[in-house]
Every structure is written in structure tokens, then in C-alpha cells.
């Protein structure tokens, strides 16, 4: 089969937004307790968390990660988490039916998320709460002195205010599973009334708004286009969650996933658009696909985890190789829509359907997952300019949409590096062909491939590796390669500015 990619320096998608590569961590499971937070782990530093976990983090180049919820959120009260910790109430989690210690709190981690690198996506309970507790979170968080809000703040350690820029108004209030779960309208109104009283305290806010919890919910597009009625002047962003699972136990149809994932971004895309010529606005609404992954491993033991403990093992899918195929396609994906897609958060970080998982006391303590790699490479390497490239590549027939059997997509990053990142859906080799126009290539920088293991084998024993692509030639302004059947391909070409 062959493959053809026709990359032109001129045909500009958009300038990447580093935030595409963000993440996410809940209070769900072992995602904060025994994966950030554990004081008596052995590589615990002065503040508890594990630095195993923050240089893992850290390999991923994460800019931004949403925080608390996630379905946790609906029902957090953030007070519980802040002031000594030896007050600080345990309490129930409806979400996830387990106990609540709150040793973990903003402070916690915005110290954490300092550490990493990244900044925060704070999101604000409008399932049980509202305008109230969100207000007096952005005063607590953002405002300098000389309030109770802020002084208190300061009492709890930070002097200065954490100026947290991007915030989440609830999450997936569209879900029945919600706690709190509201009407589109009910919605919409509530995040007009809370998104004015939160940037009456700071103008300068991002602020994201529920969009659909996935492509496929059956109040899709009516809830986007309702809730845009009463906030489409409030909000910056509108978020897209979407989880893929092999419930055609069918490799050509999971693989095909990305191609729904591909339309949803667009339709929503389209709603945004269509609200605001009704409202005759200059205003563009873009996205931020705050939860994307592959989600379907851990339900069957998850159902059996018996209420109300502190960190159960609750969705800790193992990946497979065939998962990392589509984690990598799903981000190519992200690349494609980079006009649109501003936010885009892997949900979540760690233990919890994560790339990153620990070993609470196993060697080793800290363990990459298949899909790890794809995403290591899209959050360092996706990064610049993302160019419309042209494929020209057959396909095949899934249920509902045609695929192609390559999935492609290149960026151009300002250290003059081209990055072309493929996938190969098909089980057989492809000769994969790419002519570079408008750029002065200068040579092959590096390629890899992660490629040749069984699509059912997870990582737990770290044999997992990228490998070179050995099959690689530079000619003039043509690149050719050979690429594995089923594989993540990553070719890095030098290009003269
Ligand atoms: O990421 C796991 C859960 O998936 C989140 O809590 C929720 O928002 C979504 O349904």
C-alpha cells in the first residue's frame, strides 16, 4: 500500500496553542492520593508528593492540568480543602462513592502543578453549588488583600494570589449521572449569572463552559446550542469530552474512532458558528476538549470495588498496544482542528485511565503505559505551526464512516524542525512517500516508530519502547519511509528557515 503526504509551508492550519497538550487529575481513585500525594512514599519530598510522579509528569511537558473534577466536583465543597491539615474534614464523595480526607486542596495543588510545570484548569461545582462558592473561590485564588476571602488565603500560606487564569464552569451538566444535573437552559442561564459575578472579581479570566460529555449522549447539539443562547457573550471556550471504547471488539472499528472524534470537533465546531451569526457576533466561541482518551478496561472490576474507601483502585485501565494506535490518532486528530481546539486535556494523568501509574509498593514504583508514548511525543513535538497537509491514501469501510488506513498530520516549530506524525491503521507495510513544498530541507533530525508488539499487550513489565525508523531517505525535498503495519510513526526533518 502506499501512502502520500503532500506538506506545503503555506498552507497553515493555525498556530499551535501549547495548552492542546494539557492533562487532568481528580479526586477519583489513586489519581491525587498514592499518584501526586503520599507523604510516606520514599521518594516523597519536603511537601508530600512523590517525585518519581513529577519526573514522569514533567517527560510528558504538560502546560496546563484541569483539577478537581471531574464528576468529583459537582459535590466539592474547595473550602475542606484548605487551612491545617489536621482539621480539615474527611467527607463523603458521591461521584465516585469513597471517602474525601481533603489532606489535598488548592494550595496542594497549585505547589504541585508549580512543580510540573504547568498551569491550572480550576473548575467550580454548579451541580450542588453556584455563584456563591464560585465567587468566593476567584476571591480566594485571585484577588490580592485585604478581603476575608484573600486574607484568608494568605493566612493558609500564599501571599501572593495563585492568578489562576483558566476556569471550568462545572462539569458535564449535561450527564444524568451529575450530581446536580441541569436542563441545557438551566445551564446556560447558571453559567451567564456565575461567569458575570466571577469577572466582576477578575476581568482578565478564560472561562470554559460544559459542553456535551460525549458525541454520541442523546441531548448532543441541542445542549450546546441552548446553553450558547444564555452565555455565548460569557464564555471563551466550550468543552468537548469524548472517552472511545472497543465495544465492536473490532480493530478496524476502534482504530476508526478517531473519524467520529474528527466530526464531533467539527460539529461542534459548527454549532459555535451558527449561534453566533443568529447573534450577528464578532465573537469566536473555540474549544477545549477537556477529557479525551480510550476508557473501557476497568469497568468490569471497578463495579465490584466496594464503597466508601480512601483511594480504591477505580479506573485503572491497563492499555494495550492497540489503545496507544488510537491515543495517537486521536491526537493527530487535536493537530488538525489546532484553528479551533485551544485546550485539549488527556484525562487523566495518573492512575486513573492515565499515562503514568504507580506501584504503591512495587518495583518499579512508577510505570509508563502503551499510550504514554504517542502522547510524549504529540505534547513535546506537536508544537508551532500545524500545516494542512494533503493526504492521498486508500480507506476502508467502518460502520459509520470511511477511514483511511494512514492518519496523518505535520507541525513546523520554531527551532526550524518539520514533524510528521503518522499512524498506520493497516496490517500491512506501507510505503509512505512525502514531498515537503515551500521548505528548504536540510536532513533528517529523527524518526521513530513504536510498532511490531501484540495489539493486546499492555506495559507493566516497561518493555515497551520507541525504536528507530531505519527505513528513512531525505531526497531533496521528498521523504520516503517504510511503515511497520499498525504503527505510531514520528519523522523529524530539519528545514531551513
Ligand atoms: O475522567 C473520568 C470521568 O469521566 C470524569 O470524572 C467525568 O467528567 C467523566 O464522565
Redesign the pocket.
Same mark, same amino acid.
Given at each position: 500500500m502506499k501512502s502520500k503526504l503532500t506538506v506545503d509551508r503555506d498552507q497553515v492550519i493555525s498556530k499551535i496553542d501549547p495548552r492542546m497538550w494539557g492533562s487532568?487529575t481528580?479526586h477519583?481513585g489513586r489519581s491525587i492520593y498514592e499518584g501526586i500525594y503520599q507523604p510516606d512514599h520514599p521518594t516523597a519530598d519536603e511537601d508530600g508528593f512523590r517525585k518519581d510522579v513529577i519526573n514522569a509528569v514533567k517527560k510528558l511537558n504538560v502546560p496546563l492540568i484541569r483539577y478537581p473534577?471531574? $464528576?468529583?466536583v459537582s459535590a466539592y465543597n474547595w473550602e475542606d480543602g484548605i487551612g491545617p491539615k489536621d482539621q480539615r474534614p474527611t467527607k463523603l464523595d458521591l *461521584?465516585w462513592r469513597s471517602k474525601e480526607t481533603n489532606q489535598f486542596g488548592i494550595h496542594e495543588f497549585m505547589k504541585w502543578a508549580k512543580k510540573v510545570g504547568s498551569e491550572p484548569d480550576m473548575a467550580v461545582n454548579l451541580g450542588t453549588r453556584g455563584i456563591d462558592a464560585a465567587r468566593n473561590l476567584i476571591e480566594y485564588c485571585n484577588f490580592p488583600k485585604g478581603t476575608y476571602w484573600s486574607d484568608l488565603r494568605r493566612k493558609n500560606g500564599a501571599e501572593k494570589p495563585f492568578n489562576i487564569k483558566v476556569w471550568s464552569l462545572g $462539569?458535564?451538566m449535561d450527564?444524568p449521572w451529575q450530581i446536580g444535573h441541569k436542563t441545557a437552559y438551566e445551564y446556560g442561564r447558571l453559567a451567564h449569572e456565575t461567569a458575570k459575578a466571577m469577572r466582576l472579581i477578575d476581568p482578565d479570566i478564560e472561562l470554559i463552559a460544559c459542553g456535551s460529555?460525549s458525541h454520541q449522549i442523546n441531548t448532543f447539539g441541542t445542549w450546546e446550542e441552548t446553553l450558547l443562547d444564555q452565555a455565548y457573550d460569557d464564555v471563551d471556550y466550550l468543552s468537548l469530552?469524548q472517552?472511545y471504547d472497543d465495544s465492536d471488539h473490532d480493530l478496524g472499528e476502534f482504530l476508526g474512532k478517531s473519524v467520529d472524534f474528527d466530526h464531533f470537533i467539527t460539529d461542534v465546531a459548527n454549532i459555535c458558528d451558527a449561534v453566533k451569526a443568529r447573534r450577528h457576533s464578532k465573537k469566536q466561541i473555540n474549544l477545549s476538549i477537556d477529557?479525551w482518551n480510550v476508557w473501557y478496561h476497568s469497568k468490569a472490576a471497578d463495579d465490584k470495588q466496594a464503597p466508601w474507601q480512601v483511594a480504591p483502585h477505580l479506573?485503572e485501565d491497563h492499555y494495550n498496544f492497540m489503545d496507544a494506535l488510537l491515543v495517537g490518532s486521536l491526537a493527530i486528530t487535536l493537530m488538525k482542528h489546532a484553528d479551533r481546539v485551544k485546550i485539549g486535556c488527556l *484525562?487523566?494523568l495518573i492512575n486513573?485511565?492515565a499515562p503514568i501509574m504507580t506501584n504503591t509498593n512495587g518495583d518499579p514504583s512508577v510505570w509508563y503505559q502503551s499510550i504514554f508514548y504517542p502522547f510524549m511525543q504529540a505534547s513535546n513535538f506537536g508544537r508551532g505551526i500545524a500545516l494542512a497537509a494533503k493526504s492521498d491514501v486508500p480507506t476502508y469501510q467502518a460502520k459509520d464512516y470511511e477511514v483511511p488506513y494512514t492518519d496523518s498530520v505535520a507541525t513546523y516549530d520554531e527551532n526550524g524542525i518539520l514533524t510528521m506524525f503518522i499512524v498506520n491503521k493497516s496490517k500491512e507495510k506501507v510505503d509512505f512517500e512525502s514531498t515537503l513544498q515551500n521548505f528548504d530541507v536540510q536532513g533528517l533530525d529523527k524518526a521513530t516508530q513504536f510498532c511490531g508488539y501484540d495489539l493486546m499487550k499492555t506495559n507493566e513489565d516497561q518493555s515497551m519502547k520507541l525504536e528507530s525508523m531505519n527505513q528513512v531517505t531525505v531526497s531533496d525535498n521528498k521523504i520516503s519511509a517504510e511503515l511497520q503495519p499498525l504503527s505510531w510513526n514520528v519523522i523529524r526533518v530539519k528545514v531551513k528557515d
Open positions: 487532568f481528580e477519583l473534577g471531574g $464528576n468529583f *461521584a $462539569n458535564e450527564g460529555s469530552h472517552y477529557e479506573l *484525562a487523566q486513573v485511565i
